[in-house]
């Protein structure tokens, strides 16, 4: 009997009406795509695939689309949120413009297949690779998910929206007076990752009366899969709203150091809240004394810009300032998994043949 070809394969699936959840035996000569032939299917279905203009989330849509009609598999109208997504298969795709793969809310599952699509800086798909979960452990150096709390922005109405009155108690003895012109006044050297200092630190409604005029403002959009550029653009316009001489950034929470001011910009409802709680009681890492006390993560102020994106501009429309303390009064925390959790892979090059 002469081997299958990937043509077989595909031919069998279209007669069966399966769909992608549908349970295969892995022994299962007819339906079940061998590793070598179905690496063979999803690159001759999705090289070349353009994915330009296309946010990250519509990415992972049109790959698993052009992953389905290259096996022969009817694209469903939404896919499941399963794990992995082509069930039957038992395989899952990755898309793959750096090299740094991540897993989520999962181990990697030794005998799962895993599509690694590999895009080209011009967003076009070079090439896929399938392999087993168990090639991939060894790049798993930390052998640790990497957890992160997440909440939700619906915007209203209402674009200007100070949902913290005040600073919490423990920060109030240590605010500026409103008189001050800009951060500048009492030290012209100072930077917006300085360490927090009583003359310049303002109040929670002075750095809103401030930030305020930013909403309606447009900056040139760095593109849908450069959340940290764009992220950077607006962390400029705060540090000039605020008053800094200099743009400054460190990398490190809170954004503007010198301000305990953490910066969101959303263009979708996902607030990513990083390792740790904003009304968390524990003191802020690398933040110093503040006179008697010890900055917390629930001190931190909270500015959160929604945006929307058009025709090459980012657009602020909301925003949202509110102290850690009170977040969770204004700002609904998902639940389920309380923290999503990733593993992150570095790949070799040479994985794809580079």
């Known amino acids: ?14 007669a069966s009406g399966m769909d992608i959840y549908a349970p295969i035996d892995i022994d ?26 296309a946010a990250s989330r519509t990415r992972s849509k049109m790959v698993k689309e052009a992953a389905c009609k290259a096996l ?17 298969q038992d395989f899952d795709t990755s898309n793959q413009q750096k090299l740094n793969m991540q897993i989520w809310n999962e181990p990697i599952v030794p005998t799962r297949r895993y599509a690694l699509v590999r895009i080209g800086a011009d967003n076009i798909v070079r090439t896929v690779k399938v392999v087993l979960g168990e090639i991939l ?41 409103t008189s001050m012109r800009s951060v500048n006044d009492s030290n012209p050297f100072v930077s917006p990752i300085d360490q927090p200092k009583r003359l310049s630190l303002f109040s929670i409604e002075e750095i809103f009366h401030r930030l305020a005029p930013l909403v309606g403002r447009s900056f040139q959009d760095a593109g849908r899969t450069q959340d940290r550029n764009r ?44 390792l740790v709680l904003p009304n ?33 501009q980012v657009t602020l429309t909301h925003l949202y300032l509110t102290s850690g303390e009170k ?13 999503n959790a990733k593993i992150q892979l570095p790949l070799p090059r040479a994985l794809f043949g580079e």
Not at 75 to 88: A, E, H, L, M, W
Not at 280 to 309: E, K, N
């Open 137 to 177: 452990i060894p790049f798993d150096r930390s052998g640790k998910l990497t957890t992160k709390y997440q909440a939700q922005v619906l915007p209203g109405p209402e674009k200007l929206n100070l949902l913290a009155q005040r600073d919490t108690d423990a920060l109030m003895p240590y605010l500026a007076s």
């Open 231 to 274: 992220g950077a653009d607006l962390h400029r316009m705060v540090c000039q709203a605020l008053g800094y001489e200099n743009y400054q950034d460190n990398g490190q929470f809170p954004d503007v150091l010198n301000q305990l001011l953490e910066v969101k910009l959303q263009t979708s409802p996902t607030i990513d809240l990083g």
């Open 327 to 339: 977040f969770f009064d204004h700002f609904r925390q998902f639940q389920g998994k309380v923290q």
């Open 72 to 88: 022969g598999y009817p694209v469903p109208k939404s896919f499941n949120k399963c794990q992995p997504r082509f069930t039957g």
């Open 280 to 312: 968390s009681l524990g003191a802020v890492r690398g933040v110093h004394r503040l006179g008697s006390i010890q900055p917390r993560h629930c001190d931190t102020r909270y500015a959160i810009f929604c945006a929307t994106v058009a025709e090459g």
């Open 28 to 53: 299962d000569p007819i339906h079940y795509i061998p590793t070598p032939i179905l690496e063979e299917l999803l690159n001759r279905g999705l090289v070349g695939l353009d994915l330009t203009g």
């Open 1 to 14: 009997m002469p081997a299958r070809t990937a043509d077989d394969y595909f031919a069998a699936i279209v």
